[in-house]
């Protein structure tokens, strides 16, 4: 990206430091020359107001940028390399063939500026950089490719954005806000761009042409234009310093996302910028200041107090504007949830506006308590605001954003927030269901490749046995003893079956597969015989009431067992055999990629078949492990998940395969690193990872040797399609793909729903159930939360 990003800023010369001391005068920058970080040496328009040159960064680092130069506080109004800062002793150099490098200090260069037509360069005396070719045509400007700032006499032209800085005072790299001239219809807005929604501030300079932002350099007014009529489409400043030319101007996106006009008085040594003219009046109202679960207050409109709701603790406490983390993460939903679980906060004159993707329905014609009562007894819902003059209660679901002060004299409304009890609440989970303690360590190991990973990673955390992973989250149902139509073979049958245990299928995590030929129902059938291996050694009753459960599922998604085999210490199911093999192979297979059309399909049915187990079986199960490998596909290719039930038949010790374990843990859930309790969830985590890999057709993590080296690169998918979908760009992983530009809306409904799915923090996952709406187009899909890939 930051290479890309390096790309576009075709720009570039410095004067060699010896002529910029001389030339102060003569702003023509010739080929051959360059400049270094750390010589203090830049390159100044004629008058001396503007800078271009290596920018020191309080990290040691150097931005290449333009700065107001004559000023104390030498404000960075452009830079090339926001995003990637150079070390020391790096340096930039225009060449004898008209390129523009930037040689970092580890040598690695970045070819900025690839044109031979390019002649000269300078700086004007405006804080334009521009390149000229020989017969002074301007063939690039610093002007055209604006980072967070305007100068007087630049014009931001449709489509273009600003993004605000980071952090103003010590990392310029890419921050939380944006300003856009919306390209589709020439609206001026202020965005939290990590959120595709909404914007919250705007100019409503709508459908009427192109329009672009001025910033006239005779009356130093800031407005946006109609550029075909050439008139003023909106006023924003109303009275600029005069005479303008006794002031330096700029306006800028700021750390906290307002567009602000600002002046600097240039007589006198004692000055600073003063603000000409504001978007923002409030400045919580701007969206995610202060983060996901965080709470703006800002009693005098300018400084920003970001604290965290109740029950919730900051990100990082040195950063309040990243936001909170929950204390207690709990699913107000499961169904053993219980009302003493959590109370409910009243918080005065706060709000939760601007999110349509928090928003449940709404209670009109309601009172305080009933607002209450809803935020009490809706599962879903994790507060509610009750505006006392309209008399309506609007309820929010997770993730809670933009919590805010509201201003009481204004708004006149209350906030009811639904706030975890934090007492324990694993234990009295562990203590409602006790399990043994063989069962628990036996489910934890299994279930999770931990061992792998935790050597891997370097994180330990004990202890082992009192965390309770992946077993059924009701109390184990005392259940009538069923009929069920499963068969009970001796070893011998299954041996004359599978001719002698032969043909194998497949190696497991689970033992070996072989191929068999069974009479049932006086009909030969061909079977795949399971033979366990490495299962826990437990007496015949577990085995037995776990494959009952098993036995038990009927679901079109998912492989059928048949029957079984218990008999001395032989252990094995037998399953109807699936002629079109694995997933994995289906998608990355020697042959042709297959359909959109039977990718969409098996999508569907995994999550189909996911939604039976999860919510629609007499026991819940979840699987654990689900993967490519582990969906197989029959003669019309209708997807079955294979080897579910089985995550806690596994002895410790046991890991799970022997592959690369980046390579498996791309489908674990993050909680299951955090020591945190490990629901259903962890399964829509490795199905929407499964979803993405079905829809791109891509794996997970792919190696590919990287251009012009001899390293290795990784290309992880999810972080991949996050990113694009970050800038609000999700078209851009389709762009070559015509199979899937055809059926774009569908395509782009099904990624939403992957990228829903891979929320790290469980609780904003949806629920299979919610997972095969949406991918059915029943439910609609909302916007993904963006921002909450690190607040688990
Ligand atoms: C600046 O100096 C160069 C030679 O060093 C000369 O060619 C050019 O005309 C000068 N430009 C101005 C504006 O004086
Ligand atoms: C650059 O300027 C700073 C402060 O003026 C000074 O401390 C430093 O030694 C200078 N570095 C060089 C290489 O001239
Ligand atoms: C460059 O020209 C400006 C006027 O354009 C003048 O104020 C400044 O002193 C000059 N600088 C040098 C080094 O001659
Ligand atoms: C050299 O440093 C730059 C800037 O930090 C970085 O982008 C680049 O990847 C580094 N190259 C190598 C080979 O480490
Ligand atoms: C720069 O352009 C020249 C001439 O077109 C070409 O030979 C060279 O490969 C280019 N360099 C890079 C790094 O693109
Ligand atoms: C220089 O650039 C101008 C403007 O881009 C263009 O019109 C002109 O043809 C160019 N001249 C040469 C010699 O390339
Ligand atoms: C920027 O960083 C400074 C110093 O770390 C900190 O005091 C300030 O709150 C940060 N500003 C924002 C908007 O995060
Ligand atoms: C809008 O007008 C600007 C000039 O003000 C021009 O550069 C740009 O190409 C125009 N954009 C469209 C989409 O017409
Ligand atoms: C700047 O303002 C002046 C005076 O109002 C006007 O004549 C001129 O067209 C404006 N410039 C732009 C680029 O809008
Ligand atoms: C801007 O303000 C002036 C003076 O108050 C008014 O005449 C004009 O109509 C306004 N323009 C727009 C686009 O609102
Ligand atoms: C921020 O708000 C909290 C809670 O209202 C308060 O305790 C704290 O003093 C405030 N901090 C500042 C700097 O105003």
Same mark, same amino acid.
């Not at 209350?414 to 706030?419: Q, S, Y």
């Given at each position: 990206?930051?290479?890309?990003?390096?790309?576009?800023?075709?720009?570039?010369?410095?004067?060699?430091?010896?002529?910029?001391?001389?030339?102060?005068?003569?702003?023509?920058?010739?080929?051959?020359?360059?400049?270094?970080?750390?010589?203090?040496?830049?390159?100044?328009?004629?008058?001396?107001?503007?800078?271009?040159?290596?920018?020191?960064?309080?990290?040691?680092?150097?931005?290449?940028?333009?700065?107001?130069?004559?000023?104390?506080?030498?404000?960075?109004?452009?830079?090339?390399?926001?995003?990637?800062?150079?070390?020391?002793?790096?340096?930039?150099?225009?060449?004898?063939?008209?390129?523009?490098?930037?040689?970092?200090?580890?040598?690695?260069?970045?070819?900025?500026?690839?044109?031979?037509?390019?002649?000269?360069?300078?700086?004007?005396?405006?804080?334009?950089?521009?390149?000229?070719?020989?017969?002074?045509?301007?063939?690039?400007?610093?002007?055209?490719?604006?980072?967070?700032?305007?100068?007087?006499?630049?014009?931001?032209?449709?489509?273009?954005?600003?993004?605000?800085?980071?952090?103003?005072?010590?990392?310029?790299?890419?921050?939380?806000?944006?300003?856009?001239?919306?390209?589709?219809?020439?609206?001026?807005?202020?965005?939290?761009?990590?959120?595709?929604?909404?914007?919250?501030?705007?100019?409503?300079?709508?459908?009427?042409?192109?329009?672009?932002?001025?910033?006239?350099?005779?009356?130093?007014?800031?407005?946006?234009?109609?550029?075909?009529?050439?008139?003023?489409?909106?006023?924003?400043?109303?009275?600029?310093?005069?005479?303008?030319?006794?002031?330096?101007?700029?306006?800028?996106?700021?750390?906290?996302?307002?567009?602000?006009?600002?002046?600097?008085?240039?007589?006198?040594?004692?000055?600073?910028?003063?603000?000409?003219?504001?978007?923002?009046?409030?400045?919580?109202?701007?969206?995610?200041?202060?983060?996901?679960?965080?709470?703006?207050?800002?009693?005098?409109?300018?400084?920003?107090? %970001?604290? @965290?709701?109740? +029950?919730?603790?900051? $990100?990082?406490?040195?950063?309040?504007? #990243?936001?909170?983390? =929950?204390? /207690?993460?709990?699913?107000?939903?499961?169904?053993?949830?219980?009302?003493?679980?959590?109370?409910?906060?009243?918080?005065?004159?706060?709000?939760?506006?601007?999110?349509?993707?928090?928003?449940?329905?709404?209670?009109?014609?309601?009172?305080?308590?009933?607002?209450?009562?809803?935020?009490?007894?809706? %599962?879903? @819902?994790?507060? +509610?605001?009750?505006? $006392?003059?309209?008399?309506?209660?609007? #309820?929010?679901?997770? =993730?809670? /954003?933009?919590?805010?002060?509201?201003?009481?004299?204004?708004?006149?409304?209350?906030?009811?927030?639904?706030?975890?009890?934090?007492?324990?609440?694993?234990?009295?989970?562990?203590?409602?269901?006790?399990?043994?303690?063989?069962?628990?360590?036996?489910?934890?190991?299994?279930?999770?490749?931990?061992?792998?990973?935790?050597?891997?990673?370097?994180?330990?955390?004990?202890?082992?046995?009192?965390?309770?992973?992946?077993?059924?989250?009701?109390?184990?149902?005392?259940?009538?003893?069923?009929?069920?139509?499963?068969?009970?073979?001796?070893?011998?049958?299954?041996?004359?079956?599978?001719?002698?245990?032969?043909?194998?299928?497949?190696?497991?995590?689970?033992?070996?597969?072989?191929?068999?030929?069974?009479?049932?129902?006086?009909?030969?059938?061909?079977?795949?015989?399971?033979?366990?291996?490495?299962?826990?050694?437990?007496?015949?009753?577990?085995?037995?009431?776990?494959?009952?459960?098993?036995?038990?599922?009927?679901?079109?998604?998912?492989?059928?067992?048949?029957?079984?085999?218990?008999?001395?210490?032989?252990?094995?199911?037998?399953?109807?055999?699936?002629?079109?093999?694995?997933?994995?192979?289906?998608?990355?297979?020697?042959?042709?990629?297959?359909?959109?059309?039977?990718?969409?399909?098996?999508?569907?049915?995994?999550?189909?078949?996911?939604?039976?187990?999860?919510?629609?079986?007499?026991?819940?199960?979840?699987?654990?492990?689900?993967?490519?490998?582990?969906?197989?596909?029959?003669?019309?290719?209708?997807?079955?998940?294979?080897?579910?039930?089985?995550?806690?038949?596994?002895?410790?010790?046991?890991?799970?395969?022997?592959?690369?374990?980046?390579?498996?843990?791309?489908?674990?859930?993050?909680?299951?690193?955090?020591?945190?309790?490990?629901?259903?969830?962890?399964?829509?985590?490795?199905?929407?990872?499964?979803?993405?890999?079905?829809?791109?057709?891509?794996?997970?993590?792919?190696?590919?040797?990287?251009?012009?080296?001899?390293?290795?690169?990784?290309?992880?998918?999810?972080?991949?399609?996050?990113?694009?979908?970050?800038?609000?760009?999700?078209?851009?992983?389709?762009?070559?793909?015509?199979?899937?530009?055809?059926?774009?809306?569908?395509?782009?409904?099904?990624?939403?729903?992957?990228?829903?799915?891979?929320?790290?923090?469980?609780?904003?996952?949806?629920?299979?159930?919610?997972?095969?709406?949406?991918?059915?187009?029943?439910?609609?899909?909302?916007?993904?939360?963006?921002?909450?890939?690190?607040?688990?």
């Amino acid at each position: 990206m930051a290479v890309t990003r390096i790309l576009l800023w075709v720009f570039t010369f410095i004067l060699s430091s010896h002529c910029s001391c001389t030339q102060m005068n003569n702003s023509t920058i010739n080929l051959g020359s360059s400049i270094s970080a750390g010589s203090n040496s830049s390159w100044k328009s004629p008058s001396g107001d503007f800078a271009f040159g290596f920018y020191p960064l309080v990290t040691g680092k150097y931005l290449v940028g333009i700065w107001f130069d004559k000023i104390s506080e030498k404000t960075l109004v452009w830079s090339a390399n926001r995003d990637d800062p150079a070390g020391k002793g790096s340096s930039i150099k225009l060449s004898r063939t008209g390129q523009l490098v930037l040689r970092h200090s580890n040598g690695t260069e970045v070819v900025i500026y690839n044109v031979t037509s390019t002649d000269s360069a300078s700086m004007q005396d405006n804080g334009n950089f521009v390149l000229r070719n020989s017969s002074s045509g301007i063939i690039w400007q610093s002007f055209n490719f604006p980072t967070n700032t305007i100068l007087l006499g630049q014009a931001l032209v449709m489509g273009q954005k600003l993004y605000s800085n980071a952090n103003d005072t010590v990392d310029y790299s890419i921050g939380r806000f944006k300003l856009e001239i919306q390209e589709s219809d020439g609206n001026v807005l202020l965005k939290a761009f990590h959120f595709s929604y909404p914007a919250y501030w705007y100019t409503a300079t709508v459908n009427n042409g192109n329009v672009s932002l001025v910033f006239n350099k005779t009356t130093a007014f800031l407005y946006p234009i109609y550029v075909e009529k050439n008139s003023k489409a909106y006023n924003m400043t109303s009275a600029a310093p005069t005479p303008i030319e006794d002031f330096y101007h700029r306006a800028t996106i700021n750390d906290k996302g307002n567009f602000q006009q600002l002046a600097f008085y240039k007589g006198n040594g004692a000055s600073q910028w003063d603000v000409v003219w504001e978007a923002i009046k409030e400045p919580c109202t701007v969206d995610n200041i202060c983060g996901v679960f965080g709470f703006c207050t800002s009693p005098d409109n300018k400084i920003v107090n %970001c604290t @965290c709701l109740p +029950g919730y603790s900051p $990100r990082d406490p040195n950063i309040p504007s #990243k936001g909170c983390y =929950p204390n /207690v993460v709990m699913e107000f939903c499961a169904p053993n949830s219980l009302a003493s679980d959590f109370t409910i906060e009243r918080l005065d004159d706060s709000d939760f506006p601007n999110f349509d993707f928090a928003n449940l329905a709404k209670i009109e014609q309601t009172d305080e308590d009933g607002c209450r009562e809803e935020v009490m007894n809706d %599962c879903f @819902c994790v507060a +509610g605001v009750f505006y $006392r003059e309209s008399h309506v209660c609007y #309820k929010k679901r997770m =993730p809670l /954003v933009n919590g805010r002060r509201s201003n009481p004299a204004t708004n006149n409304m209350v906030a009811f927030l639904k706030v975890p009890v934090e007492n324990d609440n694993l234990d009295r989970k562990d203590k409602k269901e006790s399990p043994s303690s063989a069962v628990i360590l036996a489910s934890f190991l299994s279930c999770s490749i931990l061992a792998v990973l935790f050597a891997a990673i370097g994180i330990y955390q004990h202890p082992w046995a009192q965390r309770y992973i992946c077993v059924q989250l009701q109390p184990p149902p005392k259940r009538k003893p069923v009929e069920i139509n499963l068969k009970a073979y001796s070893f011998q049958d299954l041996q004359e079956a599978s001719n002698g245990f032969k043909n194998i299928l497949g190696q497991g995590a689970f033992g070996t597969v072989y191929s068999g030929v069974l009479t049932l129902e006086d009909e030969e059938v061909e079977v795949a015989v399971k033979k366990l291996e490495r299962v826990i050694e437990r007496g015949e009753k577990e085995f037995l009431t776990e494959v009952q459960v098993i036995g038990l599922t009927h679901h079109r998604n998912l492989v059928r067992l048949l029957g079984y085999c218990n008999e001395h210490n032989h252990r094995l199911l037998v399953y109807e055999l699936m002629q079109n093999g694995t997933l994995s192979n289906f998608l990355f297979g020697e042959e042709e990629r297959p359909s959109w059309e039977s990718r969409a399909q098996i999508a569907l049915g995994i999550g189909r078949g996911l939604l039976y187990l999860h919510e629609e079986c007499e026991t819940q199960i979840i699987h654990c492990d689900i993967k490519p490998q582990n969906v197989l596909l029959d003669n019309n290719n209708t997807a079955k998940i294979a080897d579910f039930g089985l995550a806690k038949l596994l002895m410790p010790n046991q890991t799970r395969t022997n592959t690369n374990v980046r390579g498996t843990m791309g489908y674990i859930a993050p909680e299951w690193l955090k020591n945190a309790p490990v629901t259903a969830k962890v399964d829509v985590y490795s199905f929407g990872v499964m979803l993405l890999e079905i829809i791109y057709c891509r794996k997970h993590m792919e190696l590919h040797p990287a251009a012009e080296s001899a390293e290795v690169e990784y290309t992880i998918l999810t972080d991949w399609v996050l990113s694009c979908v970050r800038d609000g760009n999700l078209e851009s992983t389709v762009s070559n793909d015509t199979e899937l530009l055809s059926d774009y809306k569908r395509f782009e409904r099904m990624a939403m729903v992957g990228v829903w799915c891979i929320c790290s923090n469980p609780t904003l996952r949806p629920s299979m159930k919610k997972v095969v709406q949406m991918l059915e187009g029943t439910v609609e899909v909302e916007v993904p939360p963006l921002v909450d890939a690190q607040i688990f």
